[in-house]
């Protein structure tokens, strides 16, 4: 599988922004799907995932409330949602598929190459 991640951009704090992940390749159905993100001189962290069907999603503490994970089988594509965004939520935003809903990034076999989030306070 073969993912592109972009939508990244400048947005000021309390605005929103749309990150796609379109994936080429394998079937994309038959994966479950996660978003991370890296700030810098910090470990890649864990931000939401969703089954292979879209019916389960999870997130972490810090974006849950504030962002939506939501996949589209018949186009190959994940989203994430970003709503009233942070400084804080300023990193790389990758994405990545699997075989298991973990948060552990180990876990997940293929990863996009990352858009730039960068949130002004």
């Known amino acids: 599988v073969q993912l592109q991640a972009f939508g990244g951009g400048l947005v000021q704090a309390g605005g929103s922004l749309r990150l796609s992940c379109a994936a080429s390749g394998r079937a994309f159905s038959n994966y479950v799907m996660g978003w991370f993100r890296q700030a810098p001189g910090k470990e890649r962290e864990f931000v939401a995932s969703i089954s292979r069907s879209g019916g389960n999603s999870y997130y972490s503490d810090s974006v849950k409330g504030r962002f939506a994970i939501s996949r589209d089988n018949a186009k190959n594509t994940v989203y994430l949602q970003m709503n009233s965004l942070k400084a804080e939520d300023t990193a790389v935003y990758y994405c990545?598929?699997?075989?298991?809903?973990?948060?552990?990034?180990?876990?997940?076999?293929?990863w996009g190459q990352g858009t730039l989030v960068t949130v002004s306070s």
């Open positions: 990545a598929a699997g075989r298991v809903i973990t948060t552990a990034p180990p876990r997940y076999d293929y």
